[in-house]
């Protein structure tokens, strides 16, 4: 059995023992002996700099929008990060985000906000919900907002009420005027807003998505679970306040296990720009992402939706489960879009989690960030998303080192950060392949791309491997790399595969320390391939081919740090490869 899915079934074994042991399913392990331990001081090695987190404690956000920002003394204790309800309202982009107040892990869960005007400089507000009524009173968890015609905000979440019973809540503002949207309320009137009936797992409902409009009705999904089958429950209002469930879901899968953080919207078949929630079309395919909790990745189809039937397909070809896309091949999780009315763009973003021990977020004082926001568009052969970093992110460039046209030698790095720290950067690199026809045949046998780059972990290709190495020692004791393998299929078409490898990116031995993989589908007719790598401490997101495949990692360097930090370029195949171009900022 392929490494990744003996882990994935062992997850969701695990997974379902706990349900019974507990009788309520929750995203994230408990650890109450540190739930309500406070940091009293914060450490900043590992800390980064332009991604969103909080000054200490744990996050997971529920999202409107977020960057990096630095928050007044006193204003919170500790957070989490689960993308949840972004949008745009009255000039500001609002990013709610889940956090724990007295701890560095999850636990006593509320929904912190804060507004920014660029996406890149955030201003901290005070908590916008938390738990108060019997429908929420063990726990707000994660949801959406919506703004319905006439500037109506309404956020949706998930609440726990005393029996431990996961039911579907609003909040509206308490002033709608307030650009901030400083204050909300939970009307007595319709909440709880939906209750899980017979049919439905009351212990794994959770999680509602941005509301659309469709034949005169809004409707919802809330991810859920009927033993192994992933399910996306819907539901329909005429008024916004009163939720039916249609007779069957909008969609299932067998084997796939619960479903978290649903996210359905439609993309453009011929368009460059993002489309609003509710746009329907001949010219539109839509988007089921959910997120598995057996996994802890993302995956997600594109289909055909059909209001009537109340019902979504995906297209021919399109893996349906543990086997199909995904955005994100690294540490990327509980992922939600939102609509930018104001570029027109549809925009997601993805909570990274730590990968070092519960102590160790402990004793830093914090844990989670939240992952450069991302546009998101339909590639143009229709089979998948291509996603790439904000263009907000680019107004942080500072200082700028070119280098062109360098022959990279079997074994021999190139240090691109010459003079300079790479311990935060934004580096993009193309590569030229002079010879494709050199590359190894590839097994049709190989289905999966994170096995695949365990398999020839220590066997050299001939085209490849061939990358980058981000925060690493100047001698290489330690280092993080992100590079390429290219085979040949039978029909001569090239098999492009990413991988990183994070065993040598720390010298702890107390760290987790995985290899990530994902295929690249480009035909690479102009023998070019491009990479962009955003580093910042401990997170590295690298896009290759302009955004078709991520992978995002969580390291925790002790010798690559700060100016002791560094990026090469290398090429390990036995075929040359030129770094045709290449440009780090700081």
């Not at 000054?55 to 956000?61: C, D, E, S």
């Not at 046209?405 to 720290?421: A, D, M, Y």
């Not at 050199?438 to 049709?444: I, W, Y």
Request: proline letters at 7%.
């Amino acid at each position: 059995m392929e490494v990744s899915k003996c882990l994935s079934l062992c997850l969701l074994l695990w997974n379902l023992i706990i349900s019974l042991l507990k009788g309520v399913e929750a995203s994230h392990r408990v650890f109450p002996e540190y739930q309500f331990l406070a940091a009293t001081t914060v450490k900043q090695l590992h800390r980064t700099v332009y991604h969103f987190q909080p000054p200490k404690h744990w996050i997971n956000v529920s999202l409107f929008l977020a960057s990096s920002f630095s928050f007044p003394p006193g204003a919170f204790e500790n957070r989490t990060i689960d993308p949840n309800g972004p949008m745009y309202y009255n000039g500001f982009y609002h990013l709610f985000y889940q956090y724990n107040p007295k701890g560095s892990v999850w636990g006593n869960i509320v929904w912190a906000h804060s507004v920014s005007k660029d996406l890149v400089n955030w201003e901290p507000l005070e908590p916008a919900i938390y738990p108060s009524k019997p429908f929420d009173i063990k726990g707000t968890w994660s949801g959406s907002a919506t703004i319905f015609p006439g500037d109506k905000v309404v956020i949706y979440y998930t609440g726990i009420d005393a029996k431990e019973k996961q039911l579907q809540n609003y909040a509206v503002p308490e002033n709608p005027s307030d650009p901030y949207l400083r204050k909300w309320k939970k009307p007595k009137e319709g909440n709880p807003m939906v209750v899980p009936d017979n049919e439905i797992n009351g212990s794994s409902f959770r999680d509602p998505t941005t509301a659309w409009q469709a034949n005169g009705y809004w409707h919802i999904l809330v991810g859920s679970r009927k033993n192994d089958v992933g399910v996306a429950y819907l539901f329909k209002s005429k008024d916004q306040k009163t939720w039916v469930k249609t007779p069957v879901p909008l969609h299932q899968v067998p084997g796939t296990g619960n479903w978290e953080c649903p996210d359905f919207y439609p993309v453009s078949i011929s368009g460059k720009t993002g489309l609003d929630t509710s746009e329907l079309g001949n010219d539109v395919k839509h988007v089921l992402k959910v997120s598995l909790d057996a996994t802890r990745y993302d995956y997600y189809t594109i289909g055909t939706y059909f209001p009537d039937q109340d019902k979504y397909v995906p297209d021919k070809g399109q893996a349906d489960g543990w086997d199909g896309l995904r955005l994100d091949y690294g540490n990327f999780y509980a992922s939600k879009s939102f609509f930018d009315p104001v570029k027109h763009r549809r925009i997601v973003w993805g909570w990274s989690n730590e990968s070092d021990t519960k102590q160790d977020d402990v004793k830093k004082g914090w844990a989670g960030i939240q992952l450069i926001p991302r546009t998101v568009l339909l590639d143009p052969s229709g089979k998948q998303l291509v996603q790439w970093p904000v263009e907000e992110i680019e107004t942080l460039r500072g200082q700028m080192i070119h280098k062109s046209n360098h022959k990279l030698e079997t074994g021999k790095p190139v240090k691109l950060s010459q003079g300079i720290t790479g311990a935060q950067a934004d580096v993009v690199v193309t590569f030229s392949i002079p010879n494709l026809d050199k590359a190894e045949p590839f097994d049709p046998s190989w289905k999966d791309p994170q096995d695949l780059c365990f398999k020839k972990k220590s066997v050299q290709g001939a085209i490849g491997p061939f990358g980058l190495m981000v925060l690493a020692t100047e001698k290489l004791e330690e280092f993080t790399p992100v590079f390429f393998r290219i085979f040949k299929a039978k029909d001569n078409k090239p098999v492009v595969l990413m991988c990183s490898d994070e065993e040598h990116s720390t010298l702890k031995t107390d760290v987790y320390k995985p290899m990530y993989g994902g295929f690249v589908d480009v035909d690479l007719a102009d023998k070019k391939l491009s990479l962009r790598s955003l580093i910042d401490h401990s997170v590295v997101e690298s896009f290759a081919a302009g955004g078709k495949t991520i992978i995002s990692n969580r390291v925790y360097p002790t010798v690559a740090v700060f100016e002791m930090a560094h990026v090469f370029a290398f090429n390990n195949g036995t075929e040359p490869i030129t770094l045709e171009r290449a440009l780090l900022c700081l």
